[in-house]
T-cell receptor
């Protein structure tokens, strides 16, 4: 079974802090994704990566950056956290040669910015 | 506009009632279609999928049929249980020819089933 692991289930940070959310997958997937989930808005794509050191902006990249130094790890960075970034963050991965198959999701990180 | 439009909730049903959650999509061509479920405090799990027109996905008593003529993928279950209480997301895959595998999600429908 594919395992996508997000480092924290719950995280509380303060406004202005630099925040790192980590995601690791164990199935050698090339493509990885970061979403945020907000009530009534569904899941919105922040960034994705299709290879090491490669990244692409999703639909709502403002205020975020990402890092993909190793194939298995995809990090989401909030450069200077703000209260409107309080949300649930979900990481997902998929094989490049199976783009029409379902993505595999982690359990999510519920982030609160105070 | 949205790529995926799903019925807004919340939906509240009694146990053993019939469930329908509507979902329609817009796309170029015929993408794969998915229903994901999120139980309280958890991440998303794939519930069922359909990869081509007229396919029927099914799992745990839930079904959805890929209707290209109506661009729809409605979720149904004949008799819901309390344990089905969750948020349900309809999603479509990338357009054919894309290798990125991104998903486009609906806004989610909260289902609560009472005993």
């Amino acid at each position: 079974d594919v395992k996508v692991t997000q480092s924290s289930r719950y995280l509380v940070k303060r406004t202005g802090e630099k925040v790192f959310l980590e995601c690791v997958q164990d199935m050698d997937h090339e493509n990885m994704f970061w979403y945020r989930q907000d009530p009534g808005l569904g899941l919105r794509l922040i960034y994705f990566s299709y290879d090491v050191k490669m990244k692409e902006k999703g639909d709502i990249p403002e205020g975020y950056s990402v890092s993909r130094e190793k194939k298995e790890r995809f990090s989401l960075i909030l450069e200077s956290a703000s209260t409107n970034q309080t949300s649930m963050y979900l990481c997902a991965s998929i094989r490049r040669d199976s783009p029409h198959q379902p993505q595999h999701f982690g359990d999510g990180t519920r982030l609160s910015i105070l | 506009g949205d790529s995926v439009t799903q019925m807004e909730g919340p939906v509240t049903l009694s146990e053993e009632a019939f469930l329908t959650i509507n979902c329609t999509y817009t796309a170029t061509g015929y993408p794969s279609l998915f229903w994901y479920v999120q139980y309280p405090g958890e991440g998303l799990q794939l519930l069922l999928k359909a990869t081509k027109a007229d396919d029927k996905g099914s799992n745990k008593g839930f079904e959805a049929t890929y209707r290209k003529e109506t661009t729809s993928f409605h979720l149904e279950k004949g008799s819901v249980q309390v344990s089905d209480s969750a948020v349900y997301f309809c999603a479509r895959g990338a357009d054919r020819g894309s290798t990125l595998g991104r998903l486009y999600f609906g806004r989610g429908t909260q289902l609560t089933v009472w005993p």
